[in-house]
Nanobody, 121 residues
Framework: QVQLVESGGGLVQPGGSLRLSCAASGSIFSIYDMGWHRQAPGKQRELVAG???????NYADSVKGRFTISRDNRKNTVYLQLNSLKPEDTAVYYC???????????????WGQGTQVTVSS
């Protein structure tokens, strides 16, 4: 089994910054893509940013230039630096990981429990 544990959410004023972290643990042989989605009230979940095991990144247009995704492969951890936050960034942020299990030898997507980010004055 694989677990993803997120941290770093909270309440921040417009223009502020936050750093989200997501650590994967359990029966992991290797991790391919990692990333973040978000879901605002009344809206569909959307991709925010993704990163491959080699470090290639992609971003939603709405966050380009403001958010930065990174990962530490030794720690099986992905990060999301959120800068210049706007009220419309308010959402629950979910991390994901595309994992090859060490026991199952199967490749599956795993999700964190979500962390709330609220941008408000």
């Amino acid at each position: 089994q694989v677990q993803l544990v997120e941290s770093g959410g909270g309440l921040v004023q417009p223009g502020g910054s936050l750093r989200l972290s997501c650590a994967a643990s359990g029966s992991i042989f290797s991790i391919y893509d990692m990333g973040w989605h978000r879901q605002a009230p009344g809206k569909q979940r959307e991709l925010v940013a993704g990163i491959t095991s080699g470090g290639s990144t992609n971003y939603a247009d709405s966050v380009k230039g403001r958010f930065t995704i990174s990962r530490d492969n030794r720690k099986n951890t992905v990060y999301l630096q959120l800068n210049s936050l706007k009220p419309e960034d308010t959402a629950v942020y979910y991390c994901y990981a595309d994992v090859l299990g060490s026991r199952s030898r199967k490749r599956d997507d795993y999700w964190g429990q979500g962390t709330q980010v609220t941008v408000s004055s």
